[in-house]
């Protein structure tokens, strides 16, 4: 299979071409690779410069990692897979339910709840930091304090515009003559919606669980606000906070960073087998 290049490079032939490309492919890999190998190498490497980011291995040891538990990273990083598992399980089912009723659902009033999805999205995380804060001091009606618990850092990711958007805009695509043919069969609403739209919806499922994973882990202002202990800390902070710390020195900044990097590189090819398998799989045939 050819892809052609937006350069038209592959329409060119000869030496001179062949070395351009080599050029320029290899250039492009070195400047999407040569700051993760960086970081990679720095992370596990003996001698560390803070003036210098070298991609060549000066030996090799663990003693960053050593040093990073002794700080507390892997609590951070533990606080950081709690909300993360806890707030991307409730905001796909937030997306999955909410994208239905729109898609499938006709009330009053749905231009401007699709409105208001859309204003959330333009709005800076800053602008509303602060209201959002007044408001887990005291959660209407009930009158609960979030503030220094998990809680008030998972409830408020637990619906995203965006993934209701993508997900909604999904299902529309599916036919209602499945959902038809169901009820037919004697399957309720729930069946039909468990056994018949969520597995054709698979693709949208692995796009909204990349995104909304690379979303809640990389929050910063929100724990930041949140946590009342550094215990609470997620690794987002803690990276700043080991940044500005002059005795955990630049290597455990750089095995907290590759820490911090790893999950979201996994929950990528993770969802991307998945997103995979659901279109080969689950894709409607007419």
Sequence with gaps: MRFDSALGLE?????????????????????FTGPLVGLLVSAFGETLDPTG???VPDGFTLENFFRAGEMGV???????????GFGLLLQMLVSVFAAYSLARKKFRGMSIVLLIMLATMMLPEEVIIIPLSVVLA?????HLDLIG??????????????SILVMTE???EVPVELEEAAHIDGAGELRTFFTIILPLCRPALGVIGVFGFTMIWDQYLLPLIVATESSQWTLPIALRSLRSDEDSGI???LAASLLALLPSIIAFLLFQRQFMRGLTSGAIKG
Excluded: E, H
């Excluded at 892997?74 to 993360?84: A, D, E, I, K, Q």
């Design 53 to 55: 980011f070298s991609i």
């Design 138 to 142: 005291d959660v209407p009606p009930f």
């Design 11 to 31: 329409a060119r032939r000869g030496p001179l071409a062949t070395i351009a490309k080599i050029v320029l492919y290899g250039g492009m890999v070195i400047v």
């Design 74 to 84: 892997y609590g951070y990083l533990l606080n950081s897979f709690v909300v993360v």
């Design 170 to 172: 999904f299902m529309k």
């Design 149 to 162: 618990s998990y809680a008030g850092m998972i409830l408020p990711v637990g619906a995203w515009g965006f």
């Design 251 to 253: 290597g455990v900044l």
